[in-house]
């Protein structure tokens, strides 16, 4: 598995009060911290899911914190159980990702367990959700539609969460879709990814978004890394995860180029961009993303482009089938330094 954690993040002085015994190691420029005797355990309880991932491991690891003793199975019917053990009373309970691949049950694993903290009296529950799910149905398209992201923030507050950690929300207007009873911690990861593209020098660079929508993401990242060239690719959407490139505007002639999205899911917007740039004179090709869903049949479609390598954060795990090309970059430090601001 290639984790590429590259930022290094600066823990609260407070957070050593009383601590003589924390060791801090360096390793690629990153602060990992392990403590021995400190009282956040007092303060902080972890609420793992049935499989830890490396993003979970990472902010255990971080924190010095184990994971709660929690209880997570199915019904034969298909309901979810959980059971949190250990005690959360007057804690502050935040609450991994689920580690299903359907997106509802880690929806109501949230729900359930936040319900279970707060009946055992957990002073505060926080859900951790780096992706946020159904974030790109946040506005009406067509008549008749719901408008899911809305409901998920309602659902998520009247379940008792009080506050959320996510990355890169899809529209940032999802975060006035809360209530001031349920506090959105928001991450951009905008700028760990332009501390890794800083570390590649890659010369003669454009950054490129693949649609319309995605222009602004793209010229703020291209000068945030010193005013490098933007290009933006025109498409067409003919049906849900169906796009069509028709037309690039700026200029890629045997410029190296890094296309740049939020969100990867079916991979056939990437994928056509990158045929595009390529069609056009592009030489070496990188894509970068926050979230990688890598649906249907996106594996496929990327190891056949013409791309050099893609890179996404771990905001969602890793797939057991995922190729060499697909690299992931560690958003531990960020989500635990959020939760030390929270907590700590």
């Known amino acids: 598995?290639?984790?590429?954690?590259?930022?290094?993040?600066?823990?609260?002085?407070?957070?050593?009060?009383?601590?003589?015994?924390?060791?801090?190691?360096?390793?690629?420029?990153?602060?990992?911290?392990?403590f021995k005797g400190n009282n956040l355990s007092d303060k902080i309880s972890l609420i793992p899911s049935n499989a830890p991932d490396n993003l979970e491991k990472n902010i255990e690891n971080k924190l010095g914190i184990n994971f709660a003793d929690t209880t997570t199975s199915k019904f034969k019917d298909g309901e979810i159980y959980t059971n949190?053990?250990?005690?959360?009373?007057?804690?502050?309970?935040?609450?991994?990702?689920?580690?299903?691949?359907?997106?509802n049950d880690n929806i109501m694993e949230v729900f359930l367990k936040t319900d279970a903290a707060k009946r055992a009296g957990a002073k505060k529950v926080v859900a951790i959700m780096?992706?946020?799910?159904?974030?790109?149905?946040?506005?009406?398209?067509?008549a008749g539609e719901p408008i899911a992201a809305k409901l998920h923030m309602d659902l998520l507050?009247?379940?008792?969460?009080?506050?959320?950690?996510?990355?890169?929300?899809?529209?940032?207007?999802?975060?006035?879709?809360?209530?001031?009873?349920?506090?959105?911690?928001?991450?951009?990861?905008?700028?760990?990814?332009?501390?890794?593209?800083?570390?590649?020098?890659?010369?003669?660079?454009?950054?490129?978004?693949?649609d319309s929508g995605g222009m602004k993401r793209a010229d703020r990242l291209a000068v945030s890394l010193g005013n490098v060239g933007t290009a933006g690719i025109y498409k067409n959407r003919t049906a849900h995860n169906v796009a069509e490139a028709k037309f690039l505007a700026g200029d890629v002639k045997d410029k190296n180029c890094i296309i740049y999205d939020d969100i990867i899911d079916t991979a056939g917007t990437i994928a056509a961009a990158a045929n595009m740039l390529k069609e056009n004179g592009a030489k070496d090709i990188y894509v970068f993303?926050?979230?990688?869903?890598?649906?249907?049949?996106?594996?496929?479609?990327?190891?056949?482009?013409?791309?050099?390598?893609?890179?996404?954060?771990?905001?969602?795990?890793?797939?057991?089938?995922?190729?060499?090309?697909?690299?992931?970059?560690?958003?531990?430090?960020?989500?635990?330094?959020?939760?030390?601001?929270?907590?700590?």
């Open 1 to 34: 598995m290639n984790i590429a954690p590259v930022r290094s993040f600066n823990y609260p002085k407070q957070i050593f009060k009383n601590d003589t015994a924390a060791t801090i190691k360096r390793l690629q420029n990153n602060i990992y911290v392990s």
């Open 84 to 103: 949190i053990k250990d005690k959360v009373r007057n804690k502050d309970v935040y609450i991994m990702p689920g580690a299903s691949s359907n997106v």
């Open 130 to 142: 780096p992706y946020f799910s159904y974030s790109r149905q946040e506005k009406k398209m067509e």
């Open 157 to 210: 507050e009247r379940s008792g969460v009080d506050e959320i950690i996510t990355t890169d929300l899809h529209s940032p207007a999802i975060e006035g879709f809360s209530s001031n009873n349920l506090i959105v911690n928001h991450i951009n990861a905008a700028d760990i990814i332009k501390d890794y593209i800083k570390q590649m020098e890659i010369p003669d660079l454009v950054i490129v978004s693949p």
């Open 289 to 344: 993303a926050t979230h990688g869903l890598f649906n249907g049949d996106a594996f496929t479609k990327l190891e056949n482009a013409p791309i050099k390598e893609v890179y996404v954060t771990n905001s969602v795990r890793r797939k057991s089938d995922c190729p060499e090309k697909i690299k992931q970059i560690d958003i531990s430090p960020e989500i635990t330094g959020t939760i030390l601001d929270i907590s700590g």
